[in-house]
C-alpha cells in the first residue's frame, strides 16, 4: 500500500484507514486520486493506485459502471464525480467493470465522505468501498433458482409483509399473474385461508419466525381456492429481512381422494345391490367384514351375525377340506374361479355354490371379495339328468350312440370341464375302461373283452372314478364326451413315443 501524502492532519487519517478492511480511495479537490488502500486496489483488479487511472477522468476511461437493472451510470453520476461535487451519499450499489475486459464483473457498495479544513473547505474526498460480489453472486443464484424451481414459492418483505419475489410455479398453480402478486400484502392475498392456525400463522411472520407447515385453501383469481401445503422461513434477500412460503399443492391428491371415494361409494352401492351373494373377509384370518342383502338372503343369517366370524366359526361349508383348499389357494396368493362348495344355511339346508373369490385390498388391508352363484337348482336338474342316463344305460340296445351323444351334448351345456385330470392324466387301462363305459359296456361285458376277471374289472372302474371325480357309471360318460371320447377310439392304448 502507497503512503497516505504527508500532509498536515493526514497521519491520524492514515491510522484509522489501516484498521479498515473496506476498500479507500483519496480523492484531491484538484480531482486526482492521491491514494488507495490495498483492499480497494484489489476490488478493482490493478496492482497499485496508478491502475485507477490518476484522476477522475482516468477512472472514467478505464472502468465502467452500471446499476444493478444493467443500466449504465451517466460520466457525471459515477461516485468519484459525485464526491468531487462535494456530496455525501450512502450505500450506492454498482457494477464495475474494467473497460478492456467487460466480462469481468464487481459489485461494490460505496459510500462519501468528504474531510474539510479549519475554513470547512473540502480538503480530502473520500471514497470507501464495500466488495458485495460475493454476496450479490449468491443472491443472482438464489433468484435464478427461486425462478427455476417448479415448486410454488413467495416472497414476502417483512417490514411492511408486502410480496415481492413470485416463481413461475406458484403462478403455475394458481393461475396468478406476476402483475396480481407483486405489491400486495400477505392480508391482500391470505395465502392461510382456511387453515386451522391461521391467525398464529399472520403472528409469527410478525414476529419474523418460521410458520410451521399447514393445510390452507389458496385464493385463486375466479374466487375459488386451491388445497396447498404452506410454510414460511425467514431469509434475507437484498439485505432486507423477508419470509419465503414455499407450497406442495394438495390438489391432485384431493381429486385422487374424491375419485377414490366416488369409486369406493359405485362399490358399495353395486356390492349392496347386487342380486349375487358377495361378501367380504379380512384375508389373515377370514373373518368376515361385510356381505350383502344376497348374501344373507342365501344364508338366512342377518349380517350383524356374520361380520367379525370366520366360515369356520360358523361352519358355513359342509366339506371343511375344501374351505381349507380354498382358503390356501388364497394365501398363497391364487384366486379361485368356480368352485364347486357346499353351504350349510341357517335352517340346515345344504346349498350348491360355485364360488369365485380373489384378494383385494380395502384401506390399505389384505381382504378377499367372495361371489357365490346358488347353482342348487341347476345341480338338480343335472342330478335327474343323470339319473334318467342310469336308467336306461342297463340296456343301452335302446339306444344308439347319436342318441347318447345327444345326451351327454345336453350334459355339457350345463357343466364345463372339471379343472384338474385331463385324458393325459390317465394311464393306458384307464382309458380302455373309459372307452368301454362310454360304449355302454357292463363289467361283465368288459371283463370279456378285456379278458380279465370282473374283480380286476371292478378295480379299475373304482380308480377310474376317483381320479376323473365321478361316482357314476353316466357321470363317466359324460366326462368322457365332453373330452370327445365316444367309444372305440379310446380302448385303443396310446403308442409309446419314438425314440
Known amino acids: 500500500m502507497d503512503a497516505i501524502p504527508n500532509r498536515p492532519g493526514r497521519a491520524?487519517?492514515?491510522?484509522?484507514?489501516?484498521?479498515?478492511?473496506?476498500?479507500?480511495?483519496?480523492?484531491?479537490?484538484?480531482?486526482?486520486?492521491?491514494?488507495?488502500?490495498?483492499?480497494?486496489?484489489?476490488?478493482?483488479?490493478?496492482?497499485?493506485?496508478?491502475?485507477?487511472?490518476?484522476?477522475?477522468?482516468?477512472?472514467?476511461?478505464?472502468?465502467?459502471?452500471?446499476?444493478?437493472?444493467?443500466?449504465p451510470l451517466p460520466e457525471d453520476r459515477y461516485p468519484l464525480d459525485r464526491v468531487i461535487a462535494g456530496e455525501?451519499?450512502?450505500?450506492?450499489?454498482?457494477?464495475?467493470?474494467?473497460?478492456?475486459?467487460?466480462?469481468?464483473?464487481?459489485?461494490?457498495?460505496?459510500?462519501?465522505?468528504?474531510?474539510?479544513?479549519?475554513?470547512?473547505?473540502?480538503?480530502?474526498?473520500?471514497l470507501i468501498i464495500k466488495d458485495e460480489t460475493e454476496r450479490f453472486e449468491a443472491e443472482d443464484r438464489f433468484e435464478s433458482a427461486f425462478n427455476a424451481n417448479p415448486a410454488p414459492a413467495l416472497?414476502?418483505?417483512?417490514?411492511?409483509?408486502?410480496?415481492?419475489?413470485?416463481?413461475?410455479?406458484?403462478?403455475?398453480?394458481?393461475?396468478?399473474?406476476?402483475?396480481?402478486?407483486?405489491?400486495?400484502?400477505?392480508?391482500?392475498?391470505?395465502?392461510?385461508?382456511?387453515?386451522?392456525?391461521?391467525?398464529?400463522?399472520?403472528?409469527?411472520?410478525g414476529e419474523g419466525r418460521s410458520v410451521m407447515q399447514m393445510e390452507s385453501e389458496v385464493p385463486l383469481p375466479d374466487g375459488s381456492s386451491r388445497a396447498a401445503i404452506v410454510a414460511g422461513q425467514p431469509i434475507e434477500v437484498e439485505g432486507e429481512p423477508c419470509m419465503l412460503f414455499t407450497f406442495a399443492d394438495l390438489e391432485p391428491r384431493r381429486k385422487?381422494?374424491?375419485?377414490?371415494?366416488?369409486?369406493?361409494?359405485?362399490?358399495?352401492?353395486?356390492?349392496?345391490?347386487?342380486?349375487?351373494?358377495?361378501?367380504?373377509?379380512?384375508?389373515?384370518?377370514?373373518?368376515?367384514?361385510?356381505?350383502?342383502?344376497?348374501f344373507e338372503a342365501m344364508t338366512g343369517t342377518p349380517e350383524i351375525e356374520i361380520v367379525g366370524r370366520s366360515a369356520s366359526d360358523l361352519k358355513l361349508w359342509t366339506d371343511p377340506a375344501a374351505r381349507r383348499a380354498v382358503e390356501a389357494a388364497l394365501k398363497d396368493g391364487r384366486g379361485v374361479h368356480g368352485a364347486p362348495l357346499r353351504m350349510r344355511a341357517a335352517d340346515e339346508a345344504e346349498i350348491d355354490c360355485l364360488v369365485s373369490a380373489e384378494a383385494v385390498e380395502i384401506n390399505d388391508a389384505p381382504c378377499v371379495l367372495w361371489v357365490l352363484q346358488d347353482v342348487t337348482e341347476r345341480k338338480k336338474s343335472e342330478d335327474e339328468l343323470i339319473s334318467a342316463i342310469e336308467s336306461v344305460m342297463a340296456d343301452t340296445s335302446w339306444f344308439s350312440r347319436t342318441v347318447v351323444e345327444k345326451l351327454a351334448n345336453l350334459r355339457q351345456t350345463s357343466?364345463?370341464?372339471?379343472?384338474g385330470v385331463g385324458l393325459d392324466d390317465l394311464t393306458d387301462r384307464e382309458r380302455q375302461i373309459l372307452g368301454l363305459i362310454?360304449?355302454?359296456?357292463?363289467?361283465v361285458a368288459m371283463s370279456d373283452r378285456l379278458k380279465l376277471s370282473t374283480n380286476t374289472v371292478?378295480?379299475?372302474?373304482?380308480?377310474?372314478?376317483?381320479?376323473?371325480?365321478?361316482?357314476?357309471?353316466?357321470?363317466?360318460?359324460?366326462?368322457?364326451?365332453?373330452?370327445?371320447?365316444?367309444?372305440?377310439?379310446?380302448?385303443?392304448?396310446?403308442?409309446a413315443p419314438k425314440s
Open 155 to 205: 416472497i414476502c418483505r417483512l417490514a411492511d409483509q408486502v410480496y415481492v419475489r413470485v416463481n413461475q410455479g406458484f403462478m403455475d398453480m394458481t393461475g396468478h399473474d406476476r402483475a396480481a402478486v407483486i405489491g400486495k400484502t400477505v392480508r391482500e392475498l391470505d395465502i392461510f385461508s382456511g387453515a386451522e392456525n391461521h391467525d398464529r400463522a399472520f403472528e409469527r411472520i
Open 12 to 71: 491520524s487519517l492514515q491510522q484509522v484507514i489501516a484498521g479498515l478492511t473496506d476498500g479507500v480511495i483519496l480523492v484531491e479537490p484538484d480531482q486526482s486520486i492521491s491514494w488507495a488502500n490495498a483492499a480497494a486496489v484489489a476490488m478493482h483488479g490493478v496492482d497499485d493506485v496508478t491502475g485507477l487511472g490518476g484522476d477522475v477522468d482516468g477512472y472514467r476511461a478505464r472502468f465502467r459502471l452500471r446499476f444493478r437493472n444493467n443500466h
Open 256 to 294: 385422487a381422494e374424491t375419485s377414490l371415494r366416488k369409486s369406493e361409494e359405485r362399490f358399495s352401492k353395486s356390492f349392496r345391490l347386487s342380486p349375487v351373494a358377495m361378501a367380504i373377509t379380512r384375508l389373515p384370518d377370514h373373518a368376515f367384514i361385510d356381505v350383502n342383502r344376497a
Open 438 to 443: 362310454s360304449e355302454g359296456c357292463d363289467n
Open 415 to 419: 357343466r364345463r370341464p372339471g379343472p
Open 88 to 126: 455525501s451519499f450512502d450505500d450506492v450499489t454498482v457494477e464495475v467493470s474494467p473497460s478492456a475486459d467487460p466480462e469481468r464483473v464487481w459489485v461494490h457498495t460505496i459510500r462519501s465522505l468528504v474531510v474539510v479544513d479549519a475554513s470547512g473547505a473540502p480538503e480530502l474526498l473520500v
Open 458 to 495: 371292478r378295480n379299475h372302474v373304482a380308480s377310474l372314478f376317483r381320479k376323473i371325480g365321478v361316482n357314476r357309471r353316466a357321470a363317466a360318460v359324460v366326462w368322457a364326451r365332453e373330452r370327445g371320447i365316444t367309444g372305440g377310439a379310446a380302448v385303443e392304448p396310446r403308442r
